[in-house]
């Protein structure tokens, strides 16, 4: 398992959400973002690799970028995000960051889990 995680859940329909593709970006000051991994969610609707293994995290902003567009698209769905970045702060790269996903087609939320 990499140190940054994530866990999809479509709230609207109380289920897991499976085949999410989940982009892992770093901040490079004055240059942008670069992918560090991408993996789409397994059917728990978790992505559990998006760190390369022998890659290390260092401290700096990172986000998660979730490609929901396509999800709900497979599933007739209207929504109104196409996808969702959620940027947050790795200050301790010692430390496990779980950052789950709450969905429905029309809102989301997310938190630190653990």
Same mark, same amino acid.
């Given at each position: ?11 609207? @329909? ?10 892992? $970006? ?7 973002? $670069? ?10 609707? /978790?992505?559990?690799? %998006?760190?390369?293994?022998g ?7 990172? /986000? %998660? ?5 396509? *999800? ?13 970045? @959620?940027?947050f702060?790795v ?5 496990? *960051? ?12 997310? *938190?630190?889990?653990?």
């Amino acid at each position: 398992m990499s140190g940054i995680t994530t866990h999809v859940l479509d709230v609207s @329909i109380g289920a897991p959400a499976a085949g999410i593709t989940v982009a892992l $970006e770093r901040q490079k000051p004055n240059v942008g973002w $670069e992918e560090v991994g991408i993996q789409a969610t397994d059917g728990d609707g /978790r992505a559990r690799e %998006l760190v390369v293994d022998g890659q290390a995290i260092t401290p700096g902003v990172y /986000r %998660l970028k979730f490609d929901v567009r396509a *999800y709900f698209e497979e599933k007739n769905v209207a929504a109104f995000y196409p996808d969702i970045a @959620i940027a947050f702060v790795v200050a301790d790269p010692s430390q496990h *960051y779980h950052v789950p996903l709450l969905l429905s087609p029309f809102g989301y939320t997310t *938190y630190r889990g653990s």
